[in-house]
Each structure stands twice: as C-alpha cells, then as structure tokens.
Nanobody, 122 residues
Framework: QVQLVESGGGLVQAGGSLRLSCAAS????????MGWFRQAPGKEREFVAV????????KYADSVKGRFAISRDNVKNTVYLQMDSLKPEDTAVYYC???????????????WGQGTQVTVSL
C-alpha cells in the first residue's frame, strides 16, 4: 500500500507557472505507474499526465501537451508536475495517483492523494 500527499498548489495569474509535488510513503514507489488528474467544479475527474515506473516515458492530455511536464524521482519517492503557461481553464483540484498499468483512465488507479487546489486568474 502507498500513501500519497500532494503539495504546491495555489493561486497564480494566467501565463504563470506552478510545480506540484506528490510525496509517496513506502518503499515500493518505483513499482507504481504515477499519474496526475484534475477535477474542476461540476466536472468529472480528467486525466492530465502519466509517467512510467522508470520515468522514461510519459503521456499527456491534449489540453496540457507542451505546457505541462511530469517527472519522478524514485530516490525521493516523489512525482512532480511542472505547469507552465497556465490558463484559467487549468483551474481545478489536482490529484496524483498510483497504479499498476500505464493507463489514462482514473478507474485504473489504486491509490489517490487528497488533492491540491490550483487556481489560475486572468
């Protein structure tokens, strides 16, 4: 089992940047595929990015491609989401998740953090 704790959210102006972190407990972090998802008010949770166990490969939602970057540090048991050129439509609660399969579907993930709020103002 793994516990996930996100941090780094906040309020930023459009065009700005934020870096989210997700710290995982346990010694099996490197055995999990790690993903980032987000949920805006009144909307379903949606896929943002996923990274493989080694960190070599990643996938992104079309809406964030070229602006966001996912990475991981298997020594620090942490996954990151660098978010640049932020837009108001990026406003949401951002969640990290751990799973066994390199999927973009939220239901495929086994463990979730509590989320961190990102608000992008005009």
């Amino acid at each position: 089992q793994v516990q996930l704790v996100e941090s780094g959210g906040g309020l930023v102006q459009a065009g700005g940047s934020l870096r989210l972190s997700c710290a995982a407990s346990g010694r099996t972090f490197s055995s999990y595929v790690m993903g980032w998802f987000r949920q805006a008010p009144g909307k379903e949770r949606e896929f943002v990015a996923v990274v493989t166990r080694s960190g070599v490969d990643s996938k992104y939602a079309d809406s964030v491609k070229g602006r966001f970057a996912i990475s991981r540090d298997n020594v620090k048991n942490t996954v990151y989401l660098q978010m640049d050129s932020l837009k108001p439509e990026d406003t949401a609660v951002y969640y990290c998740a751990a799973g066994q399969i390199y999927y973009t579907e939220a239901r495929r993930y086994d463990y979730w953090g509590q989320g961190t709020q990102v608000t992008v103002s005009l």
